[in-house]
């Protein structure tokens, strides 16, 4: 596509469910990242992916976060047992490969844990 | 190490006026510092970038001003423009570490017509 696309845009979900985010890199994308951004503060890494394989995953919280990206192209950003503190802005970000400065970033996907 | 600082938290101009944004990191092993714009909404957008073997480069009317020896560096707005208000981050990456960034914690300007 011509950039970037997450799904949904705005999730709300109550405290110990599970959620999936979607995100939809631009095509021939090998590079995918994933941020969080919490209100006034500037995006934080969680997790990049080249190709199918994550490369690093040292942002992830803890275990109850959880990303794929089968294909190598559609990634899910999956989080068990939300809590509150989950609240933020998920962006994703995608680039012709690890390494290469052109990041593009999505809209984000906000969302709230009630 | 991974840390980037940023300042002002907030910046308010005229007009025409020239915002000035600075930050300063620590890990000297970063080989790109680029500059995003995101407005309300929607994910950061970059807008211009710097290497650390170069002082400054201008873009339009954004210029960066890079000082490796002090680990410092910064944006300039030139001629602001009432569209130019949104929030800005710096940030900091490392190519061999797959380009991720660390971002500065973001100031948000406000040009005032």
């Known amino acids: 596509g011509a950039g970037v696309s997450q799904t949904p845009s705005n999730k709300v979900t109550e405290k110990g469910k599970y959620v999936e985010l979607r995100c939809d890199p631009i095509s021939g994308h090998t590079a995918l990242y994933w941020y969080r951004q919490s209100l006034g503060q500037g995006p934080e890494f969680l997790i990049y992916?080249?190709?199918?394989?994550?490369?690093?995953d040292s942002g992830l919280p803890n275990d109850r976060f959880f990303a794929v990206r089968p294909e190598g192209s559609v990634s899910t950003l999956k989080i068990q047992r939300t809590e509150r503190g989950d609240s933020a802005v998920y962006l994703c970000?995608?680039?012709?490969?690890?390494?290469?400065?052109?990041?593009?970033f999505g809209s984000g996907t906000r969302l709230t844990v009630v | 190490q991974q840390q980037v600082k940023q300042s002002p938290q907030s910046l308010i101009v005229q007009k025409g006026g020239i915002p000035i944004i600075n930050c300063a990191y620590e890990n000297t092993a970063f080989d790109y510092f680029p500059w995003y714009q995101q407005f309300p909404g929607k994910g950061p957008a970059l807008l211009i970038a710097i290497r650390p073997d170069v002082s400054e480069k201008k873009e339009g009317r954004f210029t960066i001003s890079f000082n490796k020896s002090a680990k410092q560096f910064s944006l300039h707005i030139m001629d602001s423009q009432p569209g130019d208000s949104a929030t800005y981050f710096c940030?900091?990456?490392?190519?061999?570490?797959?380009?991720?960034?660390?971002f500065g914690g973001g100031t948000r300007v406000l040009v005032k017509p």
């Open positions: 940030a900091a990456s490392m190519k061999a570490a797959g380009n991720k960034l660390t």
């Open positions: 992916f080249q190709g199918t394989g994550a490369a690093d």
């Open positions: 970000a995608s680039s012709k490969f690890a390494g290469d400065y052109g990041y593009t």
